[in-house]
């Protein structure tokens, strides 16, 4: 789980003005988490990976958010519908 700022793209306005922000894959949260940690000093994340019905996201397009990390808006009100996997490790970007 990833917030951040959205930079929305031509033809992707954002529909919501608050909410969390998903990315598509675990290498970009930690990605995301690792600009966030070295440029403002804030303490380490924790990465999760929601369950996100389709419901959820009918009629969204990602956004490019903090350097172009793909990433979902997800409103504040669709928030308590999502289940949480707590990561216990932060996936390495270009690492398979």
């Known amino acids: ?47 999760a990976q929601p369950n996100i019905p389709n419901s959820v996201l009918k009629g969204m397009s990602p956004v490019n958010v903090d350097s172009g990390i793909p990433a979902y808006v997800i409103p504040n009100e669709s928030l308590p519908n999502l289940t949480p996997n707590i990561m216990n490790y932060s996936p390495i970007p270009g690492v398979q």
């Open 1 to 47: 789980m990833t917030e951040g700022t959205p930079d929305p793209e031509p033809g992707h306005p954002l529909q919501w003005a608050e909410g969390k922000y998903f990315t598509t894959a675990g290498e970009s949260a930690s990605l995301y988490v690792r600009q966030v940690v070295n440029s403002f000093g804030d303490r380490p994340y924790t990465v």
